[in-house]
């Protein structure tokens, strides 16, 4: 492993709640490979988070393996990022705990995620979804990070998250580095293919493209997806009154790295039948090696058993640093 004492500190999680999709990897995973070398890198599978809604145990344990190996197939490489399993380090639920006595009540009702998701499962709302953002933000600040890479609808967590940091500096002295969320210009905010007012997530499967679909499904639902209804028929970015297009230009834009100048002129005269192929032949071709990698990493479970073992020890290092200067900040007798 290199030298990564002078490196700034990135850190991002994803839930194994879902299987992967267009969203997780254009919002944030792709965002997390094209700074590797820069930073000193810490990617987790967080799936503490994912039980504040009922999940089954098997389903939790494959998903959360797979996510693993997507990572690596992605471009994670594990010998530049320390990827681990959120439950092997046992520091997040303790500093969790603390910073949960940092949070307001107030803050917290405030969330979306927690209001989308309390209305969603109206028989659990359980005290973990209320306080899961404390949660995400001692999984942010034990590793000190400079950046924390998402997607636009991580950012009122990210927010709080500097807020708590601030509020328990303020009290203790300097403890944690404050963090940026670190957030793409394209694919910021993947919108599902059925309709570009709701974001791309697992719960509208046919708008919701999968890293590990067959391309014939994904051409199926590019085909499909809803454009708008004006007479123009034309490719051209205008977010309010064009967004099923400028959803697909900014996908587009995502996995080809053309620019939305470019793409017009790509596509001036085609008209909507001629460009959403195009854009699931660009999604196809760029879900194509990481899928093929995926499945062949997957096979070999003894590789995988290794990766998340060494990122939860050198994780653990880290994350025990911060967790021992909090307890000694607070009063908590050393053992
Ligand atoms: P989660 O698991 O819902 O999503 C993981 C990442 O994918 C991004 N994302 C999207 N980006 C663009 N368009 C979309 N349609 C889309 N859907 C999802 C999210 O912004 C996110 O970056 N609370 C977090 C997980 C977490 C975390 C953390 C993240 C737990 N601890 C610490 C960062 C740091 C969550 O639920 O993301």
Redesign the pocket.
């Known amino acids: 492993m290199e030298n990564t004492a002078a490196k700034k500190v990135m850190?991002?999680?994803?839930?194994p709640s879902g299987d992967l999709h267009l969203?997780?990897y254009?919002?944030?995973i792709k965002n997390w490979v094209a700074r590797t070398d820069e930073f000193d890198n810490y990617y987790f599978m967080?799936d503490m988070?994912t039980i504040t809604v009922r999940q089954n145990p098997a389903d939790l344990r494959r998903r959360t393996l797979e996510q693993l190996a997507q990572y690596i197939a992605c471009g994670l490489d594990p010998e530049k990022n320390t990827l681990f399993i959120q439950s092997h380090v046992h520091q997040h639920a303790e500093l969790g705990w603390v910073l949960m006595c940092y949070t307001m009540f107030g803050e917290l009702s405030r969330m979306t995620?927690f209001k989308d998701k309390s209305s969603k499962h109206k028989e659990n709302v359980n005290g973990g979804l209320f306080t899961y953002p404390s949660l995400?933000a001692a999984?942010?600040l034990l590793y000190q990070p400079d950046f924390?890479p998402?997607?636009?609808?991580?950012k009122q967590?990210c927010e709080l998250t500097r807020d708590v940091a601030q509020r328990f500096n303020s009290i203790y002295g300097d403890v944690f580095k404050v963090p940026e969320p670190y957030i793409p210009k394209a694919?910021?905010?993947?919108m599902s293919l059925t309709g570009p007012d709701t974001?791309?997530?697992k719960s509208i499967p046919e708008g919701c493209v999968f890293l590990m679909e067959k391309p014939e499904d994904i051409m199926r639902k590019f085909k499909r997806a809803i454009t708008d209804c004006d007479t123009e028929n034309c490719v051209r970015f205008d977010l309010a009154n064009k967004p099923g297009v400028a959803n697909l230009m900014s996908i587009y834009a995502a996995v080809t790295g053309k620019s939305y100048e470019e793409i017009e002129r790509e596509f001036e005269g085609c008209g909507y039948g001629k460009f959403k192929p195009a854009v699931g032949e660009a999604v196809v071709e760029a879900l194509r090696p990481i899928r093929e990698e995926t499945e062949r990493l997957l096979k070999d479970k003894a590789y995988l058993e290794g990766v998340y073992r060494s990122g939860a020890e050198k994780a653990e290092y880290v994350a025990n640093k911060t967790l021992r200067k909090v307890y000694k900040k607070i009063g908590f007798v050393a053992r």
Do not use: P, T, W
Not at 150 to 154: F, H, I, K, L, P
């Open positions: 850190l991002s999680g994803i839930q969203g997780n254009l919002g944030a967080a988070h995620q995400m999984d942010i924390v998402v997607g636009e609808d991580q967590h694919g910021a905010r993947v974001k791309m997530s």
